[in-house]
C-alpha cells in the first residue's frame, strides 16, 4: 500500500467509509476535530445511529452508487450479492451483470428467519435460483441466510474459501438488507481489525467503499448500498420503517373472501378482490400492520375519510408525505399459483387455482408484480 493510500484510509470512516471532514457539519464525513485522532474513527453520522439509533438525512446520489459499483468488473473480484428475502424482487440488483462482467457471484438470501420453520427450504433455493435467472443475474451459488440469527454462514464462508482465489471479494446489495451485518461477520473470520461497519435500520448507511485487509494482501470491500425508490422502505418515515419491516418470523394471516372485498394493510396499502369464486388469500406481511377488511364499494370513502387515521400506520402527517396512490390489476389465470408482491410491504398468496381478478393499491413508483409463489 502507498504513503497515499494509506493516509486516504485514515481519513475514512470506519463505521460507513465516507471520506471525513472536520470542517462542514452539514455535509457526508463530518466528524468534530477532537474525534479524527480516536482509533477506531467514525463520523457524527454514525456515532449518532450506533449510540442513539438516529437517522440521517445524508445520503450519497445515486449516480455514485452507479459509479463504484462499475469498478468492479475491471478488478479481479469474487462477488457476493446479498438479498432481502422479504423483498426478494424489490433488493434483487437485475443489472449486476453489466456492472461485474465475468467476475462470478454468490447469492446470498438473507433474513430466511423471517419464514415459517417448516418450509421447504430446497424448494425456496430453487425458486430463488430460477427468479434470479429470470431477472438477468447468472450465480455461480445460492447461499440462504440469516444474519439475525447466524445461520448459514459457515456456508457462505465455505464458498468465499472456494471460489475467491487471489481475488478481492466485493459484497453489494440494495439499502436495508443486512449488508454491513454479514460484512461485520467476514471481518470477525477473515481479519484481525477491530472495526466494525455501521449497522442501522436505515437506508444507505454506508456511504462509500470500505476496504478491511485480508492476511493474504487482498481485501473484503464493503460497496453502498444501492437506492431503490421503488421499495417502500426507501420512502416511508422512520418511525413507519420499524412498523413495516418484520422482526420475528412472519404469522400468515389467511382471508377467505368473496369477490367484491378488500383488504387495507393499515394505511400503507390496500387489496382487492374484484372477480372470481369465493377463496382464500395468505397475507405474509409485518405483525405490527394491522389489517382492516371491508367491501369494494366502501373502500374508496373509507380511504378518503380514514387514510391516517382508522387507516394507520402512517400518522396523517406522514402519510401526506407519501406519493398519491396508484392502482395495478391483474388477471390470475386458473392453475397457477401466485404471489401478489409489493415491495417493502410483503406478499398476497393466491392459494386456489379458481383464477381471480385482483388489485393492488399502493403510492405511486412502488414496485408491484405477479410472480409465483415463494411458499
Known sequence: MTEVESADRALRCSGCGILLQSENPGKPGFAPEQALSKEPVICQRCFRIKNYNESSSVTVEQDEFLRLLAQIGQKEALVIHIVDLFDFQGSLISGLQRFV?????????????????????????????????DMGLKVEDVILCSAKQNSGFDRLLDAIAERRGDRDVYVVGATNVGKSTLINRLIRDYSDLEQELTVSRYPGTTLDM????LDDGRAIIDTPGIVYPSRYSELVAPVDLAVLMPEKTLKPAVYQLNEGQTLFFGGFGRFDFIQGERQSFTCFISGRLPIHRTK????????????????????????ESLPEWTRHEFRIPK??????????????????????????????????LVRPSLI
Open 335 to 368: 392453475g397457477s399459483r401466485s404471489d401478489l408482491f409489493i415491495s417493502g410491504l410483503g406478499w398476497i398468496k393466491i392459494n386456489n387455482d379458481l383464477g381471480a381478478v385482483i388489485a393492488a393499491h399502493v403510492p405511486k413508483g412502488v414496485k408491484v
Open 296 to 319: 369494494l364499494e366502501r373502500a374508496d370513502e373509507l380511504f378518503v375519510n380514514h387514510a391516517g387515521e382508522m387507516l394507520s400506520p402512517p400518522n396523517r402527517e406522514n402519510f
Open 101 to 133: 462482467g465475468s467476475n462470478p457471484v454468490l447469492l446470498a438470501v438473507n433474513k430466511t428467519d423471517l419464514l415459517p420453520k417448516v418450509t421447504n427450504w430446497n424448494k425456496v433455493r430453487n425458486w430463488v435460483q430460477k427468479e434470479a435467472k
Open 210 to 213: 470500505v476496504h478491511i485487509p
